[in-house]
């Protein structure tokens, strides 16, 4: 039977879901918080979440770790699809908010929650995340925003906590950070302005420049069928080898950007992000893909793979599209396999070399620029001059017409 006072929050520990708590708890609710683990905590760090939580006055913390849910579910599609949102961007929250709002809807169902709730600002993309979720998995339940509502500015917020003895970090308070296990994004301050730079002490993962290594180190990254397996032949989970390479790539500073683009509201957004892992298994996964599939497999995948990454970034994952594209995604790659040899340095991925068996460079009769068994040279004449035979034609006639 549903329980008219329960509602289930989606419970992050930061500033803003803090505040929505205790709000909630005020207006009469019993507050289930759960925070979804996909990356970002600690056990030390989740205990802080649980003595916040009760600090603020819930009825009741739960923790989910959803770290294989979400790398198997998503994290390996956008591996698959080489999804950079700008070029640039890998995405680092926006899939991890359809997950946890994933798990916050299937708990509010099991529980008979009355309500479900979310700390969302009314002028960003992870309020319709979570609203198209929750109504997608928890129909008809009462969807619950204080701070879309009531749009506090984060220095009220942070007086309102400090009232009631809840004190949230300086840096918190100042920035909306998010961190998972696809990296970081830091929003606020800087990022408002198109000319803005983040202060170095606002990067979270990343070494600064007179931290990083004097030297350079490679990293061996083995793939099977598009999905990373290893590392410097170490087998690892998909979870545990995105935390280990993590570590070893924010050491150079590898992952650090500033994304400006369309936001799902149809206005200009900015964000800065740390994603380290992401940005060195993609550089390693696309060139992969280079050596072992077609032209028009490459074609395709750049223009699908763009799009599977454009409708999960804005709130389109439960489209029918999307398993369309997750099918052709995984079908592109069954002869991704292979190893990849990735040199961190001074805050960039390089590839350096790859090895597969399903190569189509090496062991071909044929070295590009060289030399070819596979024709002769009056063939490749013959080639060459029926490549070209249509544009001739073409200039032929417009060089006639413009006479």
């Known amino acids: 039977m549903k329980n008219t006072k329960t509602v289930v929050l989606a419970y992050s520990g930061g500033l803003d879901t803090t505040y929505c708590l205790v709000r909630l708890r ?8 759960l925070a979804v683990d996909t990356g970002g905590f600690d056990a030390a760090e989740l205990a802080e979440l649980e003595r916040r939580a009760q600090a603020a006055g819930a009825a009741k913390f739960v923790s989910v ?38 798990c916050v809807a299937r708990y509010a169902v099991a ?3 009355a ?11 992870d309020q319709v995340r979570f609203d198209t979720t929750f109504r997608i998995l928890a129909p008809g339940m009462e969807i619950l925003t204080p701070i879309r509502q009531e749009a506090p500015s984060r220095e009220e917020e942070t007086a309102f906590l400090g009232a009631h003895g809840i004190h949230i970090p300086p840096k918190t308070g100042r920035y909306s950070i998010n961190r998972g296990l696809w990296g970081v994004t830091i929003g ?14 606002a990067y979270l993962l990343t070494a600064p420049p007179e931290k990083r290594p004097p030297t350079p180190q490679t990293v061996r990254i083995g793939f099977e069928q598009g999905v990373p397996k290893s590392l410097d032949g170490e087998v690892f989970s998909g979870p545990a080898l995105i935390e280990r390479l993590t570590a070893l790539a924010a050491r150079h500073g590898v992952g650090r950007g500033m994304h400006t683009g369309e936001t799902i509201l149809g206005i200009k957004g900015r964000v800065a992000f740390e994603a380290p892992a992401a940005v060195t298994l993609i550089s390693a996964h696309r060139e992969l893909e280079k050596l072992v599939l077609s032209r028009s497999q490459l074609f395709w995948k750049n223009i699908l793979g763009d799009l599977y990454g454009s409708m999960l970034h804005e709130a389109r994952y439960f489209d029918p599209l999307m398993r369309d594209l997750e099918a052709f995604l995984i079908s592109s790659q069954q002869r991704v396999t292979g190893w990849v ?15 597969s068996p399903y190569s ?17 040279g009056e063939e490749a004449a013959a080639f ?10 073409h200039y032929r006639h417009e060089a006639v017409r413009c006479r």
Request: hydrophobic letters at 40%; proline letters at 3%.
């Open 26 to 33: 005020e207006a009469g609710y019993a507050v289930h918080a």
């Open 65 to 102: 770790d959803a770290k294989d849910e979400l790398f198997n579910g998503f994290l390996r599609f956008l591996i698959f699809a080489n999804a950079l949102r700008g070029g640039v961007y890998p995405l680092c929250a926006s899939v991890e908010r359809v997950v946890q709002a994933q």
């Open 111 to 113: 529980v008979g929650a």
């Open 115 to 125: 309500a479900i709730a979310h700390g969302s600002t009314g002028a960003g993309n």
């Open 188 to 201: 606020g301050g800087e990022t408002h302005r198109s000319a803005g730079v983040l202060p170095e002490d």
């Open 341 to 355: 040899s990735v040199r961190l340095f001074q805050g960039q991925a390089t590839v350096e070399g790859i090895e």
């Open 360 to 376: 189509l460079l090496d062991g071909t009769p044929a070295v590009y620029g060289e030399k070819s068994s596979l024709w002769t």
């Open 384 to 393: 060459c001059k029926l490549y070209g035979l249509a544009d001739a034609l």
